[in-house]
């Protein structure tokens, strides 16, 4: 069978000129086609936009001629109803023969007349309606308020007194109050405008255009119900891409879009904006053409426009033919001199004077070429004398170099080998590439066994596989993982089913295809056993003594009450002491509960959405009483809006932290100043703030201010009592309920704590 991509080699052109021949009738085609569609392109572009205003002012000038129509009927029933000779003084018949001369006149209202306040027709053109009531019509309604015009609405009370015709008489209704000498309102005047009036509007504008060019005028309301145009769409309410410009933009313009009955027109719009006095009812006028009749010239130009370009590029391919020959006559000379001298001969190339200058410098360097060639051949015979030599020499230097390589392998598995810690290699694929004898003694898989595992299914718990792959596809995409080059806690899987928590040093080793991951493992389940006996210790002593000391305490302050009657003065001064003593002791136990429970994940939350103002003016008055002890005055404020702020939290444990604070504050203070807490509210935070008066805290203490036991006057002999813990359980709480706290400090001037709670949805 034979190859199709050979048959088209064979149908190609060989010779240089050919080529070029080709390239210049291809070119000449290209360039003639794609100037010609740009001009035609530009050209068709121009044109359409022209028909496209020209819609466009047809609808502009469409709607002017309605407004301004409007505006003379608006303005001609607002004189009518300023004339007195259709006060109620007049007589009847003089009234009603002044209408009927107004009405024949003017020919384009179906019905005037002059209703009273009680909404009673007093009077009207040709009698029509007299006595009927037309206080529920919205024309009189709306006179009364000050609206003077109404939309097109079909005849209601007038269809049967009116000729028939083939459709409903439809009206445009004008109206004003009417008042007497004094400038008493006695009435309405109202006129029905015939909506034949907008039909002689849009045929005087339209007239001759719209036949000639195949166009169609439309008017719209205000909620896109055509009130005039072609009969499908007559009575229709319409939602289109022209009406919703011509809102948004309040000016006139045009666009292509489909009309219900699945057609493309080009339509030009208008939205009115009234004139004058005449505030407009926002029709909007929308004058359309079939799209295939409107762009028929655009077509014709496009047809000219390729015909030309077909011509002109039969042209100028001929004429590139022709210039390529010419072209490349030289250089086919200079093709035969080169074969000349491949087939051995050394004779010089002639060059001729006036050829190009290219082809003269090629002619001078295939001589110089031909110059070179003996001198170069003696050289390649001195070098192939002295080339065996060299290889030898490059080979010994290779050996040696891959035998320091090997060595330096050999080194690092021995020191991997003899590690004491487990050490496991890992490719970018996550399966295991090296693994020593201590990760053996460690996991229990042999070194056969664990390579070429995926290090996630072999050791890690089934609940942290997925993350340990979300990690590696991270790295791979953006070449960043945190814990590189860090020392971490995990827990791994050995060959038995145990979890073994490890300490572990992650890293990266290697360059390019070979790179991997360096893995050094230390197991520290002993560690994490003296951590829990520590922690089980710390427990049940915290328990154990929380009863008697409960005990104690409740004893004391009975005594301190007077329970057991007056005591001595000596007494009852030992008595406060050993009743203070005790609920500091009862307080360190709790809070070493507490640190604890936060340790071992146990302490609960009981979260609920409450306003946070009551709750900081119940942890205040909680400290009162120590704060008048002493000699501190407390006041809790809030900002503007912050009374209504609301949060998600559990009340017991926040009131923990303000209590925390607000004793901190009253210990460091002096007597006679003051502890101000204050509640603000943001647009997603809230914001208590506890400040005092004190003697704020040292520059050197404030990075360990949130840590356990840290305390500024650590001394024996420090003047305020405390375990240091209480801050710490405060930071440990607020992040629980997804706050944050910090604090600020003057030395000298005081320190103000800070908790931000996000507000509750």
């Known amino acids: 069978m034979p190859n199709p991509l050979k048959s088209i080699r064979r149908l190609l052109p060989r010779a240089l000129g050919a080529w070029l021949a080709l390239a210049f009738v291809l070119l000449s085609v290209v360039l003639t086609l794609v100037l010609t569609s740009i001009i035609e392109r530009k050209s068709a572009e121009q044109v359409q936009t022209s028909i496209g205003h020209g819609l466009a002012e047809l609808a502009m000038q469409t709607s002017d001629k309605l407004e301004r129509g409007m505006f003379e009927r608006y303005r001609e029933v607002s004189l009518l109803a300023r004339r007195r000779v259709l006060a109620e003084g007049q007589p009847q018949e003089r009234r009603r023969a002044t209408l009927d001369g107004i009405q024949h006149s003017l020919g384009y209202y179906s019905w005037i007349g002059l209703a009273g306040l009680d909404g009673k027709v007093q009077v009207s053109a040709e009698g029509l309606l007299e006595g009927a009531d037309v206080s529920k019509r919205p024309w009189f309604r709306n006179a009364l308020r000050g609206i003077h015009a109404g939309d097109v609405h079909e005849a209601v009370l007038l269809a049967r007194y009116l000729p028939r015709q083939d459709e409903p008489w439809r009206f445009v209704d004008v109206a004003f109050p009417y008042v007497d000498d004094e400038g008493v309102t006695r009435g309405v005047l109202g006129a029905h405008l015939s909506w034949q009036w907008a039909r002689d509007v849009e045929r005087s504008v339209m007239a001759g255009i719209a036949a000639r060019r195949q166009v169609e005028a439309l008017i719209v309301d205000a909620d896109g119900n055509v009130l005039l145009g072609p009969a499908d769409v007559t009575g229709r ?81 001929l004429a590139g033919m022709w210039l390529a020959r010419r072209i490349t ?27 190009y200058a290219e082809v003269r410098a090629l002619a001078t360097t295939l001589n110089a070429l031909v110059a070179n060639l003996v001198r170069r051949r003696r050289a390649l015979e001195d070098l192939n004398a002295t080339l065996e030599a060299r290889v030898t020499q490059r080979t010994r230097e290779l050996e040696q170099a891959l035998a320091s390589v090997r060595a330096n392998e050999q080194r690092i598995a021995t020191i991997i080998e003899t590690a004491q810690d487990a050490f496991v290699g890992i490719d970018m694929r996550g399966r295991i590439c090296d693994w020593n004898s201590a990760a053996e003694k460690m996991l229990g898989w042999s070194r056969d066994e664990a390579l070429g595992r995926v290090v996630s299914d072999l050791v890690m718990p089934e609940r942290f596989r997925a993350r340990s792959r979300e990690l590696l596809a991270g790295f791979l995409e953006t070449g960043e993982l945190d814990i590189l080059g860090q020392r971490v806690e995990r827990i791994l899987l050995a060959r038995d089913g145990r979890e073994i928590p490890v300490e572990m040093t992650l890293g990266l080793a290697g360059t390019g295809d070979g790179l991997f991951f360096s893995a050094f493992v230390h197991d520290i389940s002993a560690r994490k056993e003296v951590e829990r006996m520590k922690d089980e210790f710390v427990s049940t002593v915290s328990h154990e003594l929380r009863t008697p ?70 942890a205040v008055a909680a400290m009162q009483s120590f704060a008048t002890q002493s000699g501190i005055e407390l006041s809790c404020v809030a900002a503007p809006g912050a009374e209504h702020a609301r949060v998600d939290v559990d009340r017991d444990r926040l009131a923990q932290v303000l209590t925390n604070l607000l004793s901190n504050a009253i210990k460091f203070s002096e007597p006679g100043s003051t502890v101000r807490t204050q509640v603000e509210a943001g647009a997603e935070h809230v914001r208590l703030a506890v400040a005092d008066e004190g003697a704020g805290i040292p520059e050197a203490f404030r990075e360990r201010v949130f840590q356990r036991f840290a305390q500024a006057d650590g001394a024996d002999s420090r003047r305020q009592g405390g375990t240091g813990l209480g801050l710490s359980i405060c930071k440990t709480i607020v992040e629980e309920l997804g706050g944050n706290i910090w604090f600020d400090s003057a030395e000298g001037i005081g320190t103000t704590f800070y908790v931000e709670l996000p507000l509750a949805a």
């Open 329 to 355: 006559r030289p250089l086919g000379d200079l093709a035969d001199a080169a074969q000349r001298i491949r087939a051995g001969e050394t004779t010089p190339i002639e060059i001729r004077r006036g050829g």
């Open 237 to 317: 309410r319409l939602t289109l891409p022209s009406l919703k410009a011509a809102h948004a933009q309040r000016r006139g313009g045009y666009v292509v879009e489909t009309w219900p009955d699945g057609r493309s027109y080009l339509v030009g719009y208008q939205l009115g904006h009234g004139y004058g006095a005449y505030p407009g009812l926002g029709w909007t006028v929308l004058v359309r053409q079939n799209v295939d009749d409107a762009f028929a010239p655009v077509r014709r130009l496009r047809e000219y426009g390729l015909a030309s370009g077909v011509v002109l590029a039969g042209a100028f391919s």
């Open 549 to 618: 000391l409960t005990a104690i305490s409740a004893s004391l302050a009975l005594l301190a009450d007077g329970m057991a009657g007056e005591l001595p003065p000596d007494a009852k001064g030992l008595v406060d002491v050993a009743n203070a003593s005790s609920g500091r002791l009862v307080r360190l136990v709790g809070d070493v509960l507490d640190i604890q429970k936060m340790d071992a994940g146990s302490m609960a939350f009981e979260k609920e959405v409450q306003p946070l103002l009551p709750l900081a003016e119940d």
